[in-house]
């Protein structure tokens, strides 16, 4: 794609050919965040380009990134991946092979932490800003992931549904009581099981819900 319009200024829609190689794979899926695109490839390559100001391509670049049709776009390092999602200026990963859920990019609000919902810098122990993936949750495993504006949400291979980030709006399942005895910043996230038995197979987000 070499995107004229839209908003292209960061290089969200100017794309370079992945190659055409038999190590480059086959195209799944295509990924929109809110300043930064991907391309998920049948074999894992993940590719990402777009808006990088705070480390949402999982990569250090020089600038907000602009990929032109000379330069071929990286892969994320290190991880092949199943699935993916992009947030507003978050990323998450479902690794391949083990099922294991990473984040990177914006976790001012806690988006790419396990540690609660509009968490602070201090209190995750993560930066406002991680541009490497980053384990969350390191002993579950996951089918599926989602990403909103300021918050996230994963389904677990046993069928529960997990949301962490920005909770202001009431769209993570945290506690509310225990929200506010934080000050509104931190609370434990908890797998949320539906009753009799029933299973989360897949989960999807929008802004603010």
């Not at 590719?47 to 000379?70: D, F, K, M, P, V």
């Not at 859920?101 to 406002?128: H, K, P, V, W």
């Not at 549904?161 to 909770?167: A, D, I, Q, S």
Request: a negative charge; proline letters at 3%; one cysteine or more.
């Amino acid at each position: 794609v070499d995107g004229k319009e839209g908003g292209n200024g960061r290089g969200i829609l100017t794309c370079s050919a992945i190659g055409k190689d038999e190590q480059s794979g086959v195209p799944k899926q295509i990924l929109a965040g809110g300043g930064h695109s991907g391309l998920l490839m049948e074999n894992g390559d993940l590719h990402l380009w777009g808006w990088n100001q705070n480390g949402q391509l999982g990569r250090q670049t020089q600038s907000a990134e602009t990929t032109t049709i000379e330069k071929k776009i990286p892969k994320l390092d290190r991880i092949q991946v199943e699935k993916a999602a992009l947030g507003f200026s978050h990323t998450l990963v479902i690794e391949k092979t083990s099922g294991f859920l990473y984040g990177f990019g914006d976790n001012e609000r806690g988006q790419i932490s396990d540690d609660g919902g509009c968490a602070t810098a201090s209190m995750t122990g993560l930066g406002l800003n991680v541009d490497e993936p980053t384990l969350i949750f390191p002993k579950t495993t996951f089918v599926d992931v989602a990403a909103g504006l300021f918050h996230s949400a994963a389904v677990t291979s046993d069928g529960a549904l997990v949301t962490f980030g920005c909770n202001r709006f009431g769209q993570t399942l945290i506690n509310k009581e225990e929200q506010r005895q934080h000050n509104d910043n931190l609370a434990t996230v908890r797998p949320f099981y539906l009753p009799d038995g029933a299973r989360f197979v897949s989960v999807a987000f929008g802004r603010r819900h």
